[in-house]
């Protein structure tokens, strides 16, 4: 197990530089780069903008060109100190190079058009989304693997085909479609004004004590996490459910069941290990997905200022370096935690054998 562990850390590097440069061509071909963004922005803001970057006189006045942009108040001088300052005045493969050298020693840069670093964005946005995604994973898996296992020992009852149809139904609706009909019913829209609809702490949050943080923490989460998990149920349940019916119909259960053990023993003490497996398999996407990319719409309906959002904002804004940085920090660890998955089916069943496999 130690020697594919190792193999898999090695390929970890090549796959990153694969995702990174196929993101990274993408991004340079796509219209309206963080320049055409600052300049729009400096229009927006008027001469005097243009003068404190550089581009004007000492009246505030800016001198126009010939060219496309200074037909439209730009001066050649100023688009050259942009370039320079957002690094366009290299080629794009020097760009890239150095890009992955400066990620080597974790340094993803500073925001275009935040005054904060990478890094300090993604810290700063993390607790929202983790908070996001450990409950939601918490609660989905809490809920689909007894609801998958129930299922299957009661397979076409009555119970089978109405939990099938609910959750069936919550997966067709919308994560953003039910915030809104939450915050309707239960967030002072139209009905009651039990929950708060901004925000993951009240503004007195300091001045409580820790377990009144613990209530308010909860109570801002309520909506969002409910809202977030609505459709998460179906895929588990289903998952889990028909793992455990191919794992019920074989021979090790049948002499199991022939040598007197109770239905629980069996169940848990036989079905579990092996049925588990490929609920355990995809938990690396569940995570990925909740923690990272899911939670978009969720945050944005209830203010919650996250990475999704951040990831959001700046593939608009054309923020490179919060592009790829995050871009980078999620593969990175989607890619641990595809490792972490297949040691963890080797800790659920050591007949695995991982080495041997790829070995042949």
Do not use: C
């Not at 803001?45 to 439209?72: F, I, K, M, Q, Y």
């Not at 990620?103 to 005054?115: C, E, H, Q, V």
């Not at 809920?143 to 119970?159: C, Y």
């Not at 923020?319 to 995050?326: A, E, H, K, L, S």
Request: aromatic content about 12%; cysteine-free; glycine content about 10%.
């Amino acid at each position: 197990m130690g020697v594919y562990i190792l193999r898999r850390l090695a390929l970890i590097i090549p796959t990153l530089i694969g995702i990174m440069l196929l993101n990274f061509v993408i991004v340079q071909a796509a219209p309206g780069g963080p320049i055409e963004q600052m300049i729009a922005q400096m229009q927006g803001h008027g001469g005097n903008t243009l003068a404190r970057a550089g581009g004007g006189d000492s009246s505030g006045e800016v001198v126009t060109s010939n060219d496309s942009r200074g037909s439209r108040g730009i001066p050649d001088e100023l688009l050259k100190e942009i370039e320079v300052m957002y690094g366009f005045d290299k080629p794009a493969h020097e760009r890239f190079f150095k890009m992955f050298k400066d990620y080597a020693t974790l340094d993803f840069g500073d925001s275009f058009f935040r005054d904060k670093s990478v890094l300090e964005l993604i810290v700063d946005k993390m607790p929202v989304s983790i908070s996001l995604g450990l409950w939601s994973t918490l609660i989905i898996y809490l809920i689909s693997i007894p609801l998958g296992i129930r299922k299957a020992v009661s397979d076409g009852s009555r119970f089978d085909v109405w939990s099938s149809s609910a959750i069936v139904i919550g997966y067709a609706i919308p994560g953003f479609l039910f915030a809104i009909l939450l915050i309707v019913l239960f967030a002072g829209g139209s009905y009651y004004d039990w929950f708060p609809l901004r925000g993951l702490t009240s503004s007195n949050f300091d001045e409580m004590t820790w377990y009144q943080q613990v209530g308010d923490y909860f109570w801002h989460l309520a909506l969002p996490v409910t809202a977030n998990v609505i459709g998460g149920f179906a895929t588990l349940t289903l998952l889990t459910k028909n793992s455990f019916m191919d794992e019920i119909g074989k021979h090790y259960v049948v002499t199991a069941r022939a040598k007197g053990l109770e239905e629980k023993q069996v169940l848990y003490g036989h079905v579990f290990r092996n049925a588990m497996l490929i609920v355990i398999a995809s938990l690396p996407g569940v995570l990925v997905s909740l923690f990272f990319t899911g939670a978009l719409l969720i945050e944005v309906i209830f203010s919650l200022d996250g990475l999704g959002l951040l990831g959001f904002e700046a593939a608009l804004n054309r923020d490179y370096p919060v592009i790829f940085g995050t871009l980078f920090i999620f593969t990175l660890m989607g890619l641990l935690l595809k490792l972490i998955s297949d040691i963890t089916y080797v800790l659920v069943d050591p007949r695995i054998d991982f080495e041997s496999r790829e070995g042949a």
